[in-house]
Each structure stands twice: as structure tokens, then as C-alpha cells.
């Protein structure tokens, strides 16, 4: 495949044969060289061929192979002529980050982070099919996908101050409860409010570095202050709708007459009735995920004031901000001099908007949107913030995370014979999870260095540095 150089921190797939758009990729010349080899360029190409693709076929740094469109990819689809994929959003329909504060130092509390993780493993159902002791009826699930966060909210699991500083305040418009199956919601009804399994986790943090002093104080944030990361998605309740419309898509393809490079990008017109009820469904997938994101929070808070034997005052846990990675938006962005809308499928993407923009919180919209960048368990987070170049550039979007390096298979025999969870410890990580499987998966060097990955979105200009975090604790899925 030919790579053409835009610069030091952008590569570009020349349009040709039945691409309709330029690939382009964000990453240093080191991990261009490292992402050639697991073929996901590739990906990237058969996304251009999709039709009604505008600008380029993206991929952010931490691409990686994924189904159908890659991990860590961009597009954007004109409304009038373009489509929506399931494989362009992921079976994890919005899995996401948020970031908590607190008010306590991390000297404060060094000695209790074994008893915290303890906690926050005893509060928060983890692992393969984990049910959870939050309970809803099917009636109560209805609403949960048509009110997300918010629902949870009325129930007395947080407040309002949380949802403003949630991406669509966790209640994304367009769910229609009547495009999810039964399936769907018999997966989803015991799931809300646990975290599952992979890659998801909650973690304890510090403030290790601050890059831009205005800039965090802005967010909260200083350093040395105790953080917390919740990492989860809409469970297998999003994994069963984007199982169910990948049948409908395969079908509406042939249809439509949609030429598909590879069947796992089967997609139908954003305008068809089956990609609007695709589109209704996810919706609804994306409202559970913020939903589950909010129980969770409540508990990590529980979790906290009982390990600490604090009140809520001296804790003082606040919600930083909380990002989508996994889904498809009707945006308005600006292309040839105009503001059109479009369909901006981001998939192990984060949306990135630069300041200005309507969307973002009051509090924010002067500075861009937070951007949250989980590392993998034994090296480090950034927070970040949107720009105006990447919203030149990438339709507001920046990278997601470390992305992998190494499959699951080859992490669980990199590990064999050893114990991670002792190394981590021996680097001062408390790490608990619900397998040992688990823990070999995601094992540190099974991803790539998150801090190479930020500072290509950072040299290429789509996101600014703010703050590194380190981990003390964590627990995974």
C-alpha cells in the first residue's frame, strides 16, 4: 500500500481504484511503521470506498484491527448520499470514559488504596455476563433508553451537576424503544450498573503532571489530587442491537445496491427506513451506556466514603467530563466554506470539538471540549482538550486510548508463568480482576504506549495536553 507524508504526524493513502475519498492516518513515523504490519491500513481503505464518505477515510494513532471499519476510526457520511454501518460504531455501542475528582491528595490516602480497591471491587459487578444489584423492570428499562443518564438521575443516583458534564448531557435524542429486541432487552435488563469484562475498568488515579496551569484549573484538576476513571459501555445490551442490525444491514446492502469491499461494513442509506431504525436503536444502546456510567459513579462514590469513612463534603467527588468512543452522530461541521450535516461515525474515537461549539457545556465552551485518554494499567492517562485544527481536520475527533499491541491470545501467553498482578504491585498498582485471564489480557505491554499515541494527536494539533495521570489502583472486568 502507498503511504504519502502530509508531515511528521500525518500519512496519507492516495485515493485510487474505487476509493472515493483519501485514507489518511495520525501517527508518528515509528507507529506507522508498526500499524502497517497489522494490516489495518487496509481497513481504512474499504471505509473510503463506502458511499457518500466525506473529506477522508480517518484513523487516529491508536488505530487497530476491528470489525469491518478499524479501531481508532473517522468518517464522516453526507446526509443526502451517505450511510450508517454498525461496524462503523462497534458492538460496544458507546463505550466511553468519564473522570471524577475529588478533593483529597493522593499523601493522604496512600496507605488505603489495597482496602479502597477492595471496595470498589465489592461494590461493582465485574466480569463475563456480571448481573448487578441494580434492579429494573422492563417498564423502567423503556425509559432508560430514552432518558440514559438522566433516568438514573431521577432515581437518586447523582445529581444534575453530573449530567451537564456528560457528552449529549447522557440523553442522546432519536431512541425509539420499539426498534430493540427482546433479545436485546432480556441481555440488558439484569447488566445496568456493572462494568463486564475486557478492557473495561475503574481506576484510581493522581494528578501526576500538569502541562497547562489554566487549563486544569479550569477542569479541577491539581497536582497530586486523587481521580478516578470509569471505563464501560452499554454491555450486552448494545452487543445484542448491533448483532441484530448487522443481519438487517447485510440484507439492506444487496438492496440498495451497496458495493461492499468486505461484509462486515454492510450498511444501508442514513435515510432508509432501515437506517433510521438502526440509527433509533443505537440510540437507545448509546442511553443505556450513559445510564450504566452513572450507576457506576455512585457506587465508586459509596465505595470511597465508606473505605475512607468520609462524608460527601470532605470527599467532594465531581465529574470532570464523561466521552463517547463508540458512536455515530448527526453533526454540523463545516466543509468547502459551508455548514452542512453529516454522519459522523467515530469508532474507538473520541469526539474532540474545539471551543465555541454549542454543544459543550457552558462552563467549557470558552476552552473545548475535555478529552479523556485512558493508558493501559501500569503506565499512565492524559487528559486532553478539543481544538479548532481538529475541527478543521478530523470532524472534532482525537484518538481513544493506548490501542493494542498485542491480541488477547498473544497477551494471555506473553503472561504465562508469570503473575501480573505481583509486577503491577511491585510498581505500586493494586490490581484486582474478576479472572486471571483477565488480568493477562490486559496486561501493560499487551498495549501501546498511550503517551506516544497523545503526543502524535498532540503534534499533529487535534488535541492539547492538560494533565497526566498515574495509576494507584484498579479494577478490571
Not at 166 to 191: C, F, N, W, Y
Not at 221 to 226: A, E, H, R
Amino acid at each position: 500500500m502507498k503511504f504519502k507524508k502530509i508531515h511528521d504526524y500525518l500519512w496519507e493513502i492516495p485515493k485510487e481504484n474505487k476509493m472515493n475519498v483519501p485514507g489518511r492516518i495520525y501517527a508518528s513515523k515509528p507507529m506507522i511503521d508498526r500499524i502497517m504490519e497489522d494490516n489495518s491500513p487496509l481497513q481504512v481503505q474499504n471505509v473510503s470506498q463506502l458511499p457518500g464518505i466525506v473529506n477522508y477515510s480517518m484513523a487516529m494513532p491508536d488505530i487497530h484491527w476491528g470489525y469491518g471499519f478499524p479501531i481508532g476510526g473517522v468518517a464522516a457520511f453526507d446526509l443526502s448520499n451517505g450511510v450508517i454501518s454498525p461496524g462503523g460504531v462497534g458492538y460496544d455501542i458507546n463505550c466511553g470514559v468519564r473522570l471524577l475528582r475529588t478533593a483529597i491528595s493522593s499523601s493522604d490516602i496512600q496507605d488505603k488504596i489495597p482496602e479502597l480497591v477492595d471496595n470498589l471491587f465489592h461494590y461493582i459487578p465485574s466480569g463475563v455476563g456480571s448481573k448487578g444489584d441494580f434492579k429494573v423492570s422492563e417498564k423502567d428499562l423503556k425509559q432508560v433508553m430514552v432518558k440514559g443518564a438522566r433516568w438514573i438521575v431521577e432515581q437518586g443516583y447523582g445529581d444534575e451537576s453530573d449530567l451537564e458534564k456528560i457528552e449529549e448531557h447522557g440523553q442522546m435524542e432519536g431512541a425509539d424503544p420499539s426498534t430493540v429486541s427482546d433479545k436485546a432487552i432480556k441481555r440488558g435488563l439484569p447488566q445496568l450498573g456493572t462494568l463486564g469484562s475486557g478492557n473495561h475498568f475503574v481506576e484510581i488515579q493522581y494528578v501526576e503532571e500538569v502541562y497547562d496551569d489554566y487549563l486544569a484549573q479550569r477542569l479541577g484538576l491539581f497536582p497530586g489530587q486523587i481521580t478516578v476513571s470509569i471505563h464501560t459501555g452499554s454491555r450486552g445490551f448494545g452487543y445484542q442491537i448491533c448483532d441484530d442490525y448487522i443481519h438487517t444491514m447485510i440484507q439492506a446492502s444487496q438492496k440498495y445496491g451497496i458495493e461492499l469491499p468486505d461484509r462486515q461494513l454492510c450498511c444501508a442509506p442514513i435515510n432508509s427506513p432501515e437506517g433510521q431504525k438502526y440509527f433509533a436503536a443505537m440510540v437507545c444502546a448509546v442511553n443505556y451506556a450513559f445510564a450504566n456510567r452513572q450507576v457506576i459513579s455512585y457506587w465508586v462514590r459509596e465505595a470511597f466514603m465508606r473505605a475512607l469513612n468520609l462524608g460527601p463534603k470532605q470527599v467532594q467527588f465531581d465529574t470532570v467530563y464523561e466521552v463517547a468512543h463508540n458512536i455515530a452522530k448527526i453533526e454540523t461541521h463545516i466543509v468547502d466554506g459551508k455548514p452542512r450535516q453529516f454522519c459522523v461515525h467515530r469508532k474507538g474515537a473520541t469526539r474532540a470539538f474545539g471551543p465555541g461549539r454549542v454543544e459543550l457545556p457552558e462552563i467549557y465552551r470558552d476552552i473545548g471540549q475535555p478529552v479523556l485518554i485512558p493508558g493501559d494499567m501500569g503506565r499512565c492517562s492524559y487528559v486532553l482538550i478539543g481544538t479548532n485544527t481538529a475541527m478543521d481536520q478530523t470532524f472534532g475527533s482525537t484518538c481513544h486510548g493506548a490501542g493494542r499491541l498485542l491480541s488477547r491470545n498473544q497477551a494471555i501467553k506473553a503472561a504465562k508463568g508469570r503473575a501480573i498482578h505481583r509486577e503491577l504491585e511491585d510498581r505500586g498498582i493494586i490490581a484486582r480482576a474478576a479472572s486471571r485471564g483477565t488480568m493477562a489480557e490486559e496486561m501493560p505491554e499487551a498495549y501501546k504506549d498511550v503517551s506516544e499515541v497523545v503526543d502524535a494527536v498532540v503534534g499533529a494539533g487535534i488535541s492539547k495536553k492538560v494533565a497526566k495521570l498515574r495509576p494507584l489502583g484498579v479494577i478490571k472486568g
